[in-house]
């Protein structure tokens, strides 16, 4: 079956620890995205690729970092520099074209020790 | 900028109740719009889309959402809610010149009652 797959389920982060989320689709889409999602707010992007090689910060991607060197990969790394990393991580991915719609996977919650 | 607006936090209805949402957005063009579910502790699952066409789209597990540009609306409506709608709700907004980017509004709790 196609689809996204997140992990881990749960990630723990402590004090000045770097932490990377994974984020794999084969659906062979072009884009991928992230997003924060923090109750109440919906979700915000933090960053998006729309082809390999080439990424693009959304609007929240102070103390994040990612990298797309595969068409099914896209990995974000939370730094110590994010201050206030606990939420839910959501990645999603697309045919990059208007209207075309965009497959989530199930998520990874952070949670600082 | 474009934004969308869910002016309902929390909704609780019976079940067999009819059922409304309300989604409005800012966008200075036509927007493509969608409405998204989301279970406890899962990601998103699409509803319904509107891209272009007849203003009245027809959704997975019997919603529906219609389009009207003269209120900037995108409202989700089910006839007969059932206690597995139970979820939180998304309207989201596309923008033409910027690939596939949406814009979420913050969403809306629904509950079920007995």
């Known amino acids: 079956d196609g689809g996204i797959t997140q992990s881990p389920k749960y990630l723990f982060r402590k004090e000045g620890q770097n932490v990377t989320l994974s984020c794999e689709q084969n659906?062979?889409?072009?884009?991928m995205y992230w997003y924060r999602q923090d109750p109440g707010q919906g979700l915000r992007l933090i960053y998006y690729?729309?082809?390999?090689?080439?990424?693009q910060k959304g609007d929240i991607a102070e103390g994040y970092s990612v990298s797309r060197e595969k068409k099914e990969s896209f990995p974000l790394t939370v730094t110590s520099a994010q201050k206030n990393p606990t939420a839910f991580y959501l990645c999603a991915s697309s045919i990059p074209r208007p209207g075309e719609t965009q497959y989530f996977g199930p998520g990874t919650r952070l949670l600082v020790l | 900028a474009q934004s969308v607006t869910q002016p309902d936090i929390h909704i609780t209805v019976s079940e067999g109740a009819s059922l409304e949402l309300r989604c409005n957005y800012s966008?200075?063009?036509?927007?493509?719009l969608f409405w998204y579910v989301q279970s406890p502790g899962q990601g998103l699952q699409l509803l319904l889309k509107?891209?272009?066409?007849?203003?009245l789209v027809q959704g997975i597990k019997g919603f529906e959402a219609e389009f009207k540009r003269s209120q900037s609306s995108f409202n989700l409506r089910k006839p007969s809610v059932h206690w597995s709608d139970a979820a939180e709700y998304f309207c989201?907004?596309?923008?033409?010149?910027?690939?596939?980017?949406?814009?979420f509004g913050g969403g809306t709790r629904l509950m079920v009652k007995p």
């Open positions: 989201a907004v596309g923008e033409y010149n910027a690939g596939n980017m949406l814009t």
């Open positions: 966008y200075g063009a036509t927007p493509y």
């Open positions: 509107y891209f272009s066409g007849d203003t």
């Open positions: 690729s729309q082809i390999v090689n080439d990424f």
């Open positions: 659906l062979n889409h072009d884009a």
